[in-house]
């Protein structure tokens, strides 16, 4: 194909277009995307693509490794390329949100490379790294603008940013956006944009109740469904494996002296977990770097990139790494404990097996965790194979310094009920309760992102309005904000 020609189309025998130019996308837009190695459209990209490009407001469910930030990425582009350059100052043309702010650097990474060539201007209002410079991008007016929703609400209200002529919104997973950690400050910025404006929501899982929410932001959408929600990946082989907490460090070690285990992500429920789980392996040889929410952003960015580039092995992630992280390549995927929401075990199993690749997915699995794996098989829709059971081992010899270290380790991490709205602990069953029942529309712990519910200030944030904040933030939020909710 000649890629050195604008006016070359990709054409079928009979000369039709055929791959993105048959969806709609053309000139410097079709010629970055081909060369950015994307030749042939995913089936969300061909279901999606064409209604956004005629205006619609999408509904799009595919699952993990699908080829969803394409989908949503070069209809927006495409529209906007065709507007010229004419830009008010401190306004974005498209608002893409995201629950972290590794996702959103990695959506705004994507989008220069599918738009290289193109002049499209981006930035990135994220929360954990100075404000100066966002502001500064932002004030001539940026095509794109991709954030995480504390440091864009936080922009708004202080004037540095204005929405009203904001005419594309993605919501990236818009099941987490619009879960209750992210909810109100998502519904916040949906009405400070355009009137007019366009739509678009995508995810490898909707649980009912947030779909209906959905309904709220997305003005007679296409419902695009490449697989029911929840699928997972064919190309990821899951199995269990039957362990007791205090054996779970020991087995994980001698599975990760397998070499064939090549790149491997290793989630814990919770952030005490994660480091605990590293500083054994770090002691056991292996080479790993963590990333969790108490970590400043600089340590979490590294840890991110340094296992992209491959100088480490293993990543121990808390959930703030299951959504939308693409590393290609990563082998296995190994679940040191049951996270609390099913949703979750879709996102970080959806690690591995991405673009058609093999993966590997196992889950280390306590019998008090037994009703938080039969709540994920139910909304897979699949059994997990047992593969090993070390359930009758005996425990392995006690380590003189884990007495101190339980002695530190509260019952329930606050990364995780934190966020409860009425107060609860999940004590003993309290996990099985929100991940099964979900009573009252309750949709369990907090999600794990950039701006826990409870943290929110809901009493000077009425939804629907910025107020201005008049005063320091300091004293707002009762002095230096900790590094789990920075905006
Ligand atoms: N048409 C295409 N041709 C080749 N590669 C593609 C194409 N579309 C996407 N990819 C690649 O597939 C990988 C997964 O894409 P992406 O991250 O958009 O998936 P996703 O559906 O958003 O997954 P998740 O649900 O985990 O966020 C990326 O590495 C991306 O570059
Ligand atoms: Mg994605």
Redesign the pocket.
């Known amino acids: 194909m000649n890629l050195t020609n604008e006016n070359t189309l990709p054409n079928n025998d009979a000369g039709e277009l055929s791959g993105?130019a048959a969806l709609g996308i053309g000139g410097a837009l079709l010629k970055a995307?081909l060369a950015?190695?994307?030749?042939?459209?995913?089936p969300?990209?061909v279901q999606a693509i064409p209604p956004q490009l005629e205006g619609r407001d999408i509904f799009g469910i595919?699952?993990?490794?699908?080829?969803?930030?394409?989908?949503f990425a070069l209809p927006i582009l495409s529209k906007i390329i065709g507007l010229g350059t004419k830009r008010r100052p401190k306004t974005a043309r498209a608002l893409i949100l995201a629950p972290t702010r590794e996702?959103a650097v990695?959506i705004e990474d994507?989008i220069k490379?599918l738009a290289k060539g193109a002049h499209i201007s981006t930035a990135l209002v994220l929360g954990g790294v100075s404000r100066f410079s966002q502001v500064k991008k932002i004030a001539p007016g940026v095509d794109i603008l991709i954030a995480t929703p504390g440091r864009l609400t936080d922009l708004v209200r202080e004037g540095d940013l204005i929405l009203a002529d904001t005419k594309w919104l993605v919501l990236?997973?818009g099941d987490r956006m619009l879960d209750m950690g992210f909810i109100n400050d998502v519904k916040r910025i949906a009405k400070a944009t355009a009137p007019d404006r366009q739509t678009a929501l995508?995810?490898?899982t909707m649980p009912d109740e947030i779909a209906e929410l959905a309904k709220g932001l997305l003005k007679d959408p296409v419902r695009v469904e490449v697989s029911p929600q929840s699928t997972t990946a064919a190309e990821i082989v899951q199995s269990v494996v039957l362990a007791r907490t205090r054996q779970k460090r020991q087995v994980l070690s001698k599975m990760l002296a397998d070499e064939a285990m090549r790149t491997v992500i290793v989630f814990s429920r919770t952030k005490h977990g994660a480091d605990r789980v590293t500083k054994d392996l770090v002691r056991d040889g292996f080479e790993a770097a963590v990333i969790h929410g108490n970590k400043s952003q600089n340590a979490r960015q590294k840890a991110l990139n340094d296992f992209r580039d491959g100088s480490v092995r293993i990543l121990v992630a808390t959930d703030i790494a299951a959504?939308?992280?693409?590393v290609?390549g990563i082998s296995h995927v190994v679940n040191f404990d049951l996270p609390d929401e099913a949703e979750s075990y879709v996102?970080r199993i959806?690690?591995t097996g991405?673009?058609?690749r093999d993966g590997i997915a196992i889950t280390l699995c306590d019998p008090s965790e037994n009703a938080k794996l039969r709540q994920v098989e139910r909304i897979i829709r699949m059994k997990l194979p047992v593969i090993a059971d070390h359930l009758g081992s005996p425990d392995p010899q006690r380590d003189p310094r884990e007495k101190t270290e339980r002695h530190f380790e509260p019952a329930n991490d606050r990364e995780h009920h934190g966020g409860r709205r009425d107060g609860r602990r999940p004590g003993n069953g309290g996990g099985k309760k929100h991940i099964a029942g979900k009573p009252n529309g309750e949709r369990g712990p907090k999600p794990q992102g950039e701006r826990p519910a409870a943290a929110q200030p809901n009493s000077e944030r009425k939804p629907g309005s910025f107020k201005r904040f008049k005063g320091n933030n300091k004293r707002r939020f009762g002095g230096k904000r900790p590094a789990n909710r920075a905006a």
């Open positions: 993105f995307t950015a190695g994307f030749t042939e459209p995913k969300i990209q595919a699952q993990t490794g699908s080829g969803k930030t394409a989908a996702l990695q994507t490379l990236d997973e995508f995810s490898a959504r939308g992280i693409d290609p996102h959806g690690r991405r673009n058609g």
